[in-house]
């Protein structure tokens, strides 16, 4: 069983930054890649950002230049996503995600409880 433990939502005005963490641990062999999520009010849910572990990064057209996502290089069960110039259209829950090789020789994906990112003056 792997779990994924998201910090760093909040309340920010726009323009502000904000930087989310998502940590993995359980039965984990390896990670293939790990990203973002996000599911704005009435909407369904979209990708933002991921990273697979060779390095390679991905991202929505709409957070490219504002939003960087990146590899704990020292704790590689944990992904960074580094959101500035935010506005009201980011205003969303945040949810992690990691597609896990476990001990087991299983392939899953896990996520986690979401975070709640709010833009708003």
């Known amino acids: 069983q792997v779990q994924l433990v998201e910090s760093g939502g909040g309340l920010v005005q726009p323009g502000g930054s904000l930087r989310l963490s998502c940590a993995a641990s359980?039965?984990?062999?390896?990670?293939?890649?790990m990203g973002w999520y996000r599911q704005c009010p009435g909407k369904q849910r979209e990708l933002v950002a991921t990273?697979?572990?060779?390095?390679?990064?991905?991202y929505a057209d709409s957070v490219k230049g504002r939003f960087t996502i990146s590899r704990d290089n020292d704790a590689k069960n944990t992904v960074y996503l580094q959101m500035n110039s935010l506005d009201a259209e980011d205003t969303a829950v945040y949810y992690c995600y990691a597609a896990v090789v476990e001990n087991s020789g299983r392939y899953s994906t896990a996520w986690g409880q979401g975070t709640q990112v709010t833009v708003s003056s």
């Open positions: 359980g039965s984990i062999y390896s990670i293939n890649h």
């Open positions: 990273a697979a572990s060779g390095g390679r990064t991905n």
